[in-house]
């Protein structure tokens, strides 16, 4: 069964990427973590912080969709679902171009 996007729409950034929130249909949290390295595969550039947020928020619903299929294949480790690299190319969402993610966001 499909999980369903939290109404929160929390997320919290750290080292190794975005983490956030998804529900089952019951109403149950599931945790998400999408890598650093994943969200840097969609644009193909080493980002910083700030932009690791802007990637996530541009293509959460994508990301979501990746998570909750991940879901479906009982692809959970320790109670959260991680997001790889190789997950977005089997997802077909790289090399994204998004106009928010300008310099200033990149890692230098």
């Given at each position: 069964m499909p999980l369903l996007p939290c109404p929160f729409q929390s997320?919290?950034?750290?080292?190794?990427g975005i983490?956030?929130?998804?529900?089952?249909?019951?109403?149950?949290?599931?945790?998400?973590?999408?890598?650093?390295?994943a969200?840097?595969?969609l644009l193909s550039v080493t980002l910083g912080q700030q932009g690791l947020?802007?990637?996530?928020?541009?293509?959460?619903?994508?990301?979501e969709s990746v998570a909750?299929?991940?879901?479906?294949?009982s692809l959970v480790e320790r109670g959260l679902?991680?997001?790889?690299?190789?997950?977005?190319?089997k997802a077909g969402l790289v090399s994204l171009d998004l106009k928010r993610v300008d310099p200033i966001h990149r890692r230098a």
């Open positions: 997320r919290e950034a750290a080292n190794a983490e956030f929130r998804m529900l089952t249909r019951k109403g149950v949290r599931v945790r998400c973590l999408v890598e650093r390295t969200l840097e595969k947020v802007v990637v996530f928020d541009e293509c959460r619903e994508l990301i909750s299929q991940k879901y479906d294949c679902i991680v997001i790889r690299p190789e997950d977005i190319v």
